[in-house]
């Protein structure tokens, strides 16, 4: 009994699992329809047949009223069908309307339903629901759209929506770069920092790439080198175009020696910029070793113009003669052929010798004539020969050696200037001023400068002065320290209307020099009766440059010449060095303590002008005051 009892229990236990598994299939019945349903869906979206598959979503959506899931899957397939198609967007429209009123949106359909909102310019309402979305269930991507959404559709920039989504995505390096380009549109600091946060992650190509564009643009050069240098350090892959700019950078900082240490790199990179940027830091860092390979390197290998290939070839001749292998030396000096680098390879030779010079003149007249056994012109040989006798301070040979030389030749090889400057040297002034008067003027050789030059070195300051003033005005802009070299030489001559007609032809391309404006306003100080002018641009140059010892002494004697001598006085007091050096200075600090009845001050400031010495008038004057007494 016992054993059939238990039997007929086990018989019924079993009949109730299965008809218990039999109702919970019935019930369930619903949802595998609405599978099969939205599967059906699908297949017709990917096939474009949208109004089948909207068809399938509904039928799936009535088999299953109170199912999120199927909904959701219904929702995210209208987002990858694509709100550009009306048709799907109103059925998107309308299912997300729908699912809100049954109560049954998920946090993603409401995503989903905020991105049909703003595909149909609903902006405001759909923001707002994506925002509810995130609120309960917050992701980077979420944070970053939310970001995008304000600032291109309400032109609202929230940095609040980007934080987050840095912060939810800490370990993802391609998402942060998505980041920090946007960060840049508005705060670039931020955006170097998210992207150097995503290159910490992940050191590979795409972001390194990233990172040197975000430098780039924000010309953060520095940094960028640092980077560079750091990938080139630590093995990664670098690319050519970066290591060529580190080169750069590190050239432009005088870092020649760090280039150097890049040879590798660069020979590697090859190509015309590499190896001049190369040649050029071991040419500054005295690399002889370095610039004789490099130098051959670049005529080996390159395609170079002939004033190029002259340069590289005069610099490896000055290297062999150097190395005391005079054959080779002579051998690319010939090939050189261009005779200004000629030149400066003798020059460079001549200086370079320590005291005795007479075996370094031999040595370089060797090379001439071997040059001329070749076939150099007999001209170019006459100069050579010149350069050498010159240099060596042999003036009878230099002056036998240009008289064998044609004008024409020294002027059709820009030779003027140097010529000249060897018969100047060599005492024969006649030839040097017939050289000068008859060259042509052009951009190479500046007539007028030259003979500025010739006159200044025999003593007429006149005809000096006269023709640098044309000179500067041929050749403008010109330098502001000619200008004061001009002004002053007129100073001296005692032709103070022109003086002031250089500062006058200063001021029309330096408008805001304070020391331009300072001189010309004293020049009317005490040249000309014109006492307002000279107080517009003396007050001028002080609000530039308020610091400045001679504008401030300018001031001072603006004040007095106006009854204002205690205000000057006071301001030139407080601003004296410790030590006076100007007569000038001295005077007027003498002429104002001597009206203001301080007379031992007086006595020891125009004392002080008598012993400087350094302008005639102000000692001329002193002398007068203190003869008075």
Known sequence: MHRVGLFVLAILLLAGCSAG???????????YDALHLYSMAETAVQMKDYSLGFAYMLKAAQATPENKLIRERMMQLLLRSGFRHRDVLEQALTFGKTFEQENLLTPEAMRIYGQALIADNQVKKGIAYYHRAVEDNPSAMDYYRLFLYEQNLLDN???????????????NPLFLMSIAVAYSRFDEAKAIEVMEAAYEINRDEQTYRKLVSVYKASKNLKKLEQLIAARMESGLPVLDNDILFRAQMLYQADNF???????DELL???????????????????????????????????????????FYHATLSEIYYLQNEQEKATEHLFKCGKLKYIDEVFQAIIKSAETDTTETQTGLMEIVDTMREQGMLANHVHWLRAVIWGNTNAFGETSEELAKISNDY???????????????????????????KEAPEDSEFRKKRMLSFYYDITGNDSLSAYYLFEDLQLHTPPDTTEIFTLASKYELLKKYDTEIEVIQFGLQYYPESPYLLNWLGYLKLIRTDDISGAEVLIKKAYRKSPGSLHIIDSMAWLYHLKGKTGKGYKLLVEALPDTLSDSVLAYHLGVMAHTLRKTEEARFYLNIAIELDNDDEAVRDAKRILGSE
Do not use: C
Request: hydrophobic residues 40%.
């Open 410 to 436: 020294i002027y059709r090889e820009n030779l003027t200037t140097r010529t000249a400057d060897l018969y100047i040297r060599s005492g024969d002034h006649e030839s040097a001023l017939r050289l000068i």
């Open 21 to 31: 598994k039999v109702a919970h299939k019935e019930r369930n019945r619903p949802n």
């Open 268 to 310: 590697r990179v090859g190509g015309a910029k590499a190896l001049k940027l190369l040649f050029w830091a071991v040419y500054d860092d005295a690399r002889q070793d370095l610039v004789q390979t490099l130098a051959q390197t670049i005529l080996d290998s390159l395609t170079l113009a002939s004033e190029e290939r002259a």
């Open 257 to 263: 020696s760090e280039i150097v240490s890049m040879k």
């Open 157 to 171: 920039t929230v940095p609040e929506y980007l934080a987050k989504a840095t912060e939810l995505s800490r370990d």
